[in-house]
């Protein structure tokens, strides 16, 4: 950064604008953090409010510095609006048609987004084999699938045989890994995880299935 650029830097945060958008921005972080703090205390009850999911995507991508999320799952794009302005890079597959247009519509502004059509199964390789660094992965795809039933298993098994070693993955929707309905069981994911990253954290919590290195060797 040159001098003239770090000097306007300097000079905006001296700024009452700055410190205007500063108490905005940690006005809704409040807002959020008590919206968790009031589930907690309730119990935590299923279903996981999305505001508990967003922050737990920032929470993670800040633990392990990414820049990077990929979502299977867009639905309505609610996550990539949440956190479009904690990744550099956004992706996200979806399968359902009317779902991937009307998202690529109401996102379309946001350049460091990208939104792809078509069964994350078959379209995540393709995604990948342009990933460079280690990213945030969303795992939601299972609310609709695709010919092979829940994508699951075909997901993490691209992951884990991408040359990158050290993705961070979150797993929404852990209650319905019940080994019903194509879903694999919790174990099963479990089982995968040793198999394929030995010592690797896999925690259950809020309804999400965290599977990352741990936190000290990253």
Known sequence: MNKTMLQLKLNFKESFIYDWIYDI???FLDQDNRKWQDWVNKGSRFPTPHVVKQLTV?????LFSLNTL????????DMLYATKGVFKRLF??????DFYERARRRL?????????HGDSGEKLP???????EPCLFWLDAHAATGDQGCPLMQELNHIFNHPITDHVI????????????????IDSLRELVKTKRPGWVFEVKDYIIRIHPSPTDN
């Open 58 to 62: 920032k929470k993670y991508a800040k």
């Open 92 to 97: 996200s597959l979806e399968l359902d048609a």
């Open 126 to 132: 393709e995604l990948l084999s342009a990933i460079d």
């Open 108 to 116: 379309s502004k946001f350049n460091h987004i990208s939104i792809i």
């Open 25 to 27: 921005r940690q006005r």
């Open 170 to 185: 979150l797993i929404d929707d852990a209650q319905k890994f019940t080994g019903e309905l194509d879903f694999p069981e």
């Open 70 to 77: 990929i979502e299977t799952g867009t639905y309505r794009g």
